[in-house]
T-cell receptor, first 112, second 107 residues
Framework: NAGVTQTPKFRVLKTGQSMTLLCAQD?????MYWYRQDPGMGLRLIHY???????AKGEVPDGYNVSRLKKQNFLLGLESAAPSQTSVYFC???????????FGDGTRLSIL | DAKTTQPNSMESNEEEPVHLPCNHS???????IHWYRQLPSQGPEYVIH???SNVNNRMASLAIAEDRKSSTLILHRATLRDAAVYYC????????FGAGTRLTVKP
């Protein structure tokens, strides 16, 4: 049982490049979330999904897009990376919105 | 989404109980109170959650005030492995993590 798996674990991009972060969960969870965490700060919600085919904006959605084509996968896209998006990105999932969230190990993204 | 307030840091001695407070005066009736902790260079880890009644699990206890405007996470016997940042969040269906409380455990 892998839980929540994030790929890649590390990535370095140049300003203006695009990339997609993948989150996969094998727990049949309905809800999935993308967060970012900057040094010394708490997590901030970027986007979330309450089921396959649905997405919604969180606290800091600008510059990011998401898709949930399959229930087990939640993709986070950066169309034109900026240095301000350098951060650690965490994905999480839960059965229902009020249920415990299970987190992945994070993706460290640096944008030069 | 409602906001929570936690102390920036707390210290505890090993094998002593720790009470981590959280204020959430604007909580609504459908907000669940969640606690997570985060060790350095790791993702957050679920600790405990509740709605109105006190809750116990193998990791900790959660005491919820009768008016639900505050809660306390109780670690019954702190160990060095409990040193982490603890977050109190109101979930409905998502919540704000805030800066949390950094718990230091002294041997």
């Amino acid at each position: 049982n892998a839980g929540v798996t994030q790929t890649p674990k590390f990535r370095v991009l140049k300003t203006g490049q695009s990339m997609t972060l993948l989150c996969a969960q094998d727990m049949n969870h309905e809800y999935m979330y993308w967060y970012r965490q900057d040094p010394g700060m708490g997590l901030r919600l970027i986007h979330y999904s309450v089921g396959e085919g649905t997405t919604a904006k969180g606290e800091v959605p600008d510059g990011y897009n998401v898709s949930r084509l399959k229930k087990q996968n939640f993709l986070l896209g950066l169309e034109s990376a900026a240095p301000s998006q350098t951060s650690v990105y965490f994905c999480a999932s839960s059965y229902e919105g009020w249920e415990p969230q299970h987190f992945g190990d994070g993706t460290r993204l640096s944008i030069l | 989404d409602a906001k929570t307030t936690q102390p920036n840091s707390m210290e505890s001695n090993e094998e002593e109980p720790v009470h981590l407070p959280c204020n959430h005066s604007t909580i609504s009736g459908t907000d669940y109170i969640h606690w997570y902790r985060q060790l350095p260079s790791q993702g957050p880890e679920y600790v405990i959650h509740g709605l109105t009644s006190n809750v116990n699990n193998r990791m900790a206890s959660l005491a919820i005030a009768e008016d639900r405007k505050s809660s306390t996470l109780i670690l019954h016997r702190a160990t060095l492995r409990d040193a982490a940042v603890y977050y109190c969040i109101l979930m409905a269906p998502y919540g704000r993590f805030g800066a949390g409380t950094r718990l230091t455990v002294k041997p």
